[in-house]
T-cell receptor
Framework: QQPVQSPQAVILREGEDAVINCSSS?????VHWYRQKHGEAPVFLMILLKGGEQKGHEKISASFNEKKQQSSLYLTASQLSYSGTYFCGTERGNAGNMLTFGGGTRLMVKP | GAVVSQHPSWVICKSGTSVKIECRSLDFQATTMFWYRQFPKQSLMLMATSNEGSKATYEQGVEKDKFLINHASLTLSTLTVTSAHPEDSSFYICSAIMAGWDSPLHFGNGTRLTVT
């Protein structure tokens, strides 16, 4: 079952913050976050495994709620390089790394 | 590290012909590779899971006789689109994981297939 991402698109000014949400109707084993630029392959951002987990790298962080049905990606003080489409990928229980991706969130950062 | 190379980057072929796409893990051994298909402005849809030395596992609705997958070694998987038709035109992306669950997917750069 495909996770639901919101918003579908967002436009920011450089330096503004954004939150992208990824929701499932069932508890998830894990959540992956990727960013894809136009015409390129998706690039891995991070994986969250445990309910209540939060992690981040530089100004991009993510959380996985206690019930493991929702994850959020936080982009702080956005940079032009953050532009792209963000996908969450969810694992189907014990099916290893067979990810089902959300519909994507298109992020555009303007100067 | 963890580089996945996919070739060709783009291909244009005539309807009815077959096209082979290669996916190689350059600096690691990939026990599992995945093939995705992506239409413009849409999400990545998993087509099949490929394990070295065994038959690929196809997702529901994906024709195994049309999309032939071979995973002959721990560093190479191929996808052959047989008897291609214009509706097969799409962006095909492979990904690979190192051994162990919960590893991130490392994606190839994708292949843009256009069938005329």
């Amino acid at each position: 079952q495909q996770p639901v991402q919101s918003p579908q698109a967002v436009i920011l000014r450089e330096g503004e913050d954004a939150v992208i949400n990824c929701s499932s109707s069932k508890a998830l084993y894990s959540v992956h976050w990727y960013r894809q630029k136009h015409g390129e392959a998706p690039v891995f951002l991070m994986i969250l495994l445990k309910g209540g987990e939060q992690k981040g790298h530089e100004k991009i962080s993510a959380s996985f709620n206690e019930k493991k049905q929702q994850s959020s990606l936080y982009l702080t003080a956005s940079q032009l390089s953050y532009s792209g489409t963000y996908f969450c990928g969810t694992e189907r229980g014990n099916a290893g790394n067979m990810l089902t991706f959300g519909g994507g969130t298109r992020l555009m950062v303007k100067p | 590290g963890a580089v996945v190379s996919q070739h060709p980057s783009w291909v244009i072929c005539k309807s009815g012909t077959s096209v082979k796409i290669e996916c190689r893990s350059l600096d690691f051994q990939a026990t599992t590779m995945f093939w995705y298909r992506q239409f413009p402005k849409q999400s990545l849809m998993l087509m099949a899971t490929s394990n070295e030395g065994s038959k690929a596992t196809y997702e529901q609705g994906v024709e195994k006789d049309k999309f032939l997958i071979n995973h002959a070694s721990l560093t190479l998987s191929t996808l052959t689109v047989t008897s291609a038709h214009p509706e097969d035109s799409s962006f095909y992306i492979c990904s690979a994981i190192m051994a162990g669950w919960d590893s991130p997917l490392h994606f190839g750069n994708g292949t843009r297939l256009t069938v005329t």
